[in-house]
């Protein structure tokens, strides 16, 4: 299956691409985690994309469709995969359509996972990752074993640098303004699925799974 994940900011996205990745056995496309890479290695993308991540707009739709159109044609996308954190904004939506088109795929399901402002605010400005193995911690939920080291790989955990308060409020305008028509494009298109995203971790991963299995017996 070809799944987009669609929330806003610290909704869930990550954690739950990541459990289905592993229960489906399809890769999770994290396209903030493909530019955190690239600003940590200095690359050019790095580069182009640091000072855009930082103030908490998007990088641009051209930039960002290069970057998908190369990573769905990788040997592990046979089998579908999860596009966790794009599309952003229509063109982007557009212009996925138009790649997949081409090679004769279309997207199955957009699962848009919701939360509140407050919940997107109090969980990133607790939220800390490896920045060696991009796993995920939070404060709150889901502290780490020993203090502020990552259990998988003992790398000092670190708050993401667009994960302040202040960005995180830009970060929300930027996803109503952008990202939220979104839900219109795939619920005209039939294949829109809301999730609600406040319950914990597993109460949502059983609805997305849920979702899933329903869609895949029909
Ligand atoms: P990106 O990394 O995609 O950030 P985001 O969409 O803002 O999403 P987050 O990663 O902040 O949150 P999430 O929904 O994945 O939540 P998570 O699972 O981590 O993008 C970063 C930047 O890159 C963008 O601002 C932009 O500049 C650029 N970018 C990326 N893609 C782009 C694109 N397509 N176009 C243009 N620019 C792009 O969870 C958050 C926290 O909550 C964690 O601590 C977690 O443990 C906790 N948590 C999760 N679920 C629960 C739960 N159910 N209950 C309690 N705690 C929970």
Same mark, same amino acid.
């Given at each position: 299956?070809?799944?987009?994940?669609?929330?806003?900011?610290? !909704?869930?996205?990550?954690?739950?691409?990541? =459990?289905?990745?592993?229960?489906?056995?399809?890769?999770?496309? !994290?396209?903030?985690?493909?530019?955190?890479?690239?600003?940590?290695?200095?690359?050019?993308?790095?580069?182009?994309?640091? !000072?855009? =991540?930082?103030?908490?707009?998007?990088?641009?739709?051209?930039? =960002?469709?290069?970057?998908?159109?190369?990573?769905?044609?990788?040997?592990?996308?046979? %089998? %579908?995969?999860?596009?966790?954190?794009?599309?952003?904004?229509?063109?982007?939506? =557009? %212009?996925?359509?138009?790649?997949?088109?081409?090679?004769?795929?279309?997207?199955?399901?957009?699962?848009?996972?919701?939360?509140?402002?407050?919940?997107?605010?109090?969980?990133?400005?607790?939220?800390?990752?490896?920045?060696?193995?991009?796993?995920?911690?939070?404060?709150?939920?889901?502290?780490?074993?020993?203090?502020?080291?990552?259990?998988?790989?003992?790398?000092?955990?670190?708050?993401?640098?667009?994960?302040?308060?202040?960005?995180?409020?830009?970060?929300?305008?930027?996803?109503?303004?952008?990202?939220?028509?979104?839900?219109?494009?795939?619920?005209?298109?039939?294949?829109?699925?809301?999730?609600?995203?406040?319950?914990?971790?597993?109460?949502?991963?059983?609805?997305?799974?849920?979702?899933?299995?329903?869609?895949?017996? !029909?």
């Amino acid at each position: 299956m070809r799944l987009v994940f669609l929330g806003p900011p610290g !909704s869930g996205k990550g954690t739950q691409a990541r =459990m289905v990745s592993e229960s489906m056995n399809i890769p999770q496309i !994290s396209t903030g985690d493909i530019l955190r890479e690239a600003v940590a290695r200095r690359t050019d993308l790095g580069k182009k994309a640091r !000072s855009y =991540m930082d103030a908490g707009q998007l990088v641009p739709d051209d930039i =960002m469709l290069a970057l998908i159109e190369k990573r769905v044609d990788g040997t592990d996308c046979t %089998g %579908g995969y999860i596009l966790d954190g794009f599309p952003r904004t229509l063109a982007q939506a =557009m %212009g996925l359509d138009e790649i997949l088109t081409q090679r004769g795929e279309t997207i199955d399901l957009a699962i848009l996972i919701e939360v509140a402002d407050e919940t997107v605010v109090r969980r990133l400005t607790r939220r800390r990752i490896c920045p060696a193995c991009h796993a995920l911690y939070n404060l709150d939920t889901d502290r780490p074993k020993r203090d502020n080291l990552c259990d998988r790989c003992g790398v000092e955990l670190v708050l993401r640098s667009d994960d302040e308060e202040k960005t995180v409020r830009t970060r929300l305008n930027v996803y109503r303004n952008d990202t939220l028509p979104l839900a219109d494009y795939y619920d005209s298109k039939g294949i829109l699925r809301k999730v609600d995203g406040e319950g914990s971790v597993d109460e949502v991963f059983a609805s997305i799974m849920g979702i899933l299995t329903e869609v895949r017996q !029909s």
